[in-house]
């Protein structure tokens, strides 16, 4: 591992190298050491094996679409949905969760097309919340075969 000073050097070297619009005299030897390594191109049979489950991952989604929602079976209305996911959380323990831009795009437009002023954060932990509710017995009893006793205590 290189020491502080070797770090500076090497960057004040890459800093001169960069105002001089990229020409460098030590060739692609310096760039390595900046560059993470080149990922390896899958081989065929992994590369099918990523694309047989790309499949069964969309006949899986299809499927879900095709069942209807519980709020459609249930026939919930948009009062019941406001009392149950629109409500601030009270909780400040707080971490920091990724989430894809899109996901968040849809929620945050879902906020602001109902002109409501819960946060995002609590709209998503509800939302979290009602799901591993509904599926509280099928994740505990599969965590059961795994590893834990009980995994989920709501």
Not at 2 to 17: A, G, M, N, V, Y
Not at 24 to 30: F, L, T, V
Request: hydrophobic share 25%; net charge neutral.
């Amino acid at each position: 591992m290189p020491t502080i000073d070797e770090h500076r050097s090497l960057l004040s070297s890459k800093l001169k190298e960069m105002a001089e619009d990229g020409i460098s005299p030590k060739g692609d030897e310096a760039v390595a050491e900046f560059d993470p390594p080149l990922k390896k191109r899958p081989s065929e049979s992994e590369w099918e094996q990523q694309t047989d489950s790309f499949k069964q991952t969309r006949e899986k989604e299809t499927i879900v679409k095709e069942n209807p929602t519980q709020s459609q079976e249930k026939g919930m209305t948009m009062e019941e949905y406001r009392s149950c996911f629109f409500q601030p959380s009270r909780n400040r323990q707080h971490r920091s969760v990724g989430l894809s831009v899109d996901t968040l795009d849809i929620l945050r437009n879902i906020l602001h097309d109902l002109d409501e002023r819960t946060p995002i954060s609590s709209y998503i932990d509800r939302i979290l919340r009602e799901h591993l509710r509904k599926h509280q017995d099928l994740l505990n009893n599969a965590c059961t075969k795994q590893r834990r006793k009980t995994t989920i205590q709501l």
